[in-house]
């Protein structure tokens, strides 16, 4: 069990990562049964709330959390459920899809960089430029020439968001293959799911093993002190709630936002 909560599953510059050495379905870490790990998961979301406010107050720094996994990860549902009581004036999702043909008339992190959060803002990427190191290489997009490059542009870029002020906190949604089956299959089978079914998911699964592997160098190349990455089990959804949660009330109590002083003008005044 990690010391702080900001380390939990946290990923450490230099390690090797080998996805098959962490287990999916693993709930150790969690405070209780199933029943007592979502009661903590809703004061963790009220921490989160209040600790965004006064990161909004301060106005000065940000927090990006990007959120990565196979199709029914649960990313969707990790936004929903962890960032569900913060203020939405000061929440930024952003989700990035296959790029238009604009954005590819841009280098990649155009568009992400154009998406980062503003002062006091917490921003949520559901995927990101990491889609350009994991599609992009197992759909052969680019040449392996070229998407190798851009762990080096990403470390730098990522870098230049935490030395101006941006907590970059990274989240691989750790899924198994069988509990995809089954969450693909209830998209199938469900019809208030059909929506987010897509042909392409099944492509992605074929396509699994190659997936892991990209996930796990590509978690290995670019964890770093600044910018690391969390490896979550993603395959029980009350667990993976809590455990990001708990990462991102962690990483938000280190920075530990102040209320700001009150301007001297409002010294002695009341309202008539
Ligand atoms: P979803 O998140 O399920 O709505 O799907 C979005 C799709 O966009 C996924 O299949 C991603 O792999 C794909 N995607 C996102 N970013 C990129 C990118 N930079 N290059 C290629 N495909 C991408
Ligand atoms: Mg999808």
Not at 64 to 91: E, I, R, W, Y
């Amino acid at each position: 069990m990690a010391a702080h909560p900001a380390d939990l599953h946290r990923i450490e510059p230099g390690a090797e990562v080998d996805l098959g050495a962490h287990d999916p379905a693993d709930t150790s870490a969690a405070p209780g049964d199933k029943a007592a790990t979502r009661e903590a998961l809703d004061e963790l979301t009220h921490r989160l709330a209040d600790l965004q406010a006064r990161l909004w107050a301060e106005a000065e720094r940000r927090v990006l959390v990007v959120l990565q996994g196979m199709d029914t990860s649960g990313k969707g549902g990790t936004v929903k459920h962890v960032f569900g009581a913060v203020n939405p004036a000061g929440l930024r999702v952003v989700s990035f899809k296959a790029p238009s043909a604009s954005e590819l008339e841009r280098d990649y992190l155009w568009r992400v960089h154009a998406n980062v959060p503003a002062a006091g803002e917490i921003g949520v990427f559901d995927r990101s430029h990491y889609e350009d190191v994991l599609a992009v290489r197992v759909q052969r997009l680019v040449s392996e020439e070229r998407w190798r490059r851009r762990y080096e542009h990403i470390k730098a870029f990522e870098h230049l968001l935490a030395d101006e002020g941006t907590a970059v906190v990274k989240v691989l949604l750790h899924l198994s293959a069988d509990e995809q089956k089954a969450r693909l299959q209830a998209r199938l089978d469900d019809p208030t799911k059909h929506w987010k079914f897509r042909l392409g998911d099944l492509d992605s699964r074929e396509r699994w093993d190659e997936y892991q592997i990209a996930f796990a160098e590509t978690v290995e190349r670019t964890t770093a002190h600044q910018a690391p990455w969390h490896i979550v089990p993603a395959n029980k959804k009350w667990y993976r709630n809590w455990a990001v949660a708990s990462i991102l009330v962690g990483v938000l109590e280190r920075m530990d936002p102040q209320w700001p002083e009150p301007p001297d003008e409002i010294d002695g005044i009341s309202v008539t």
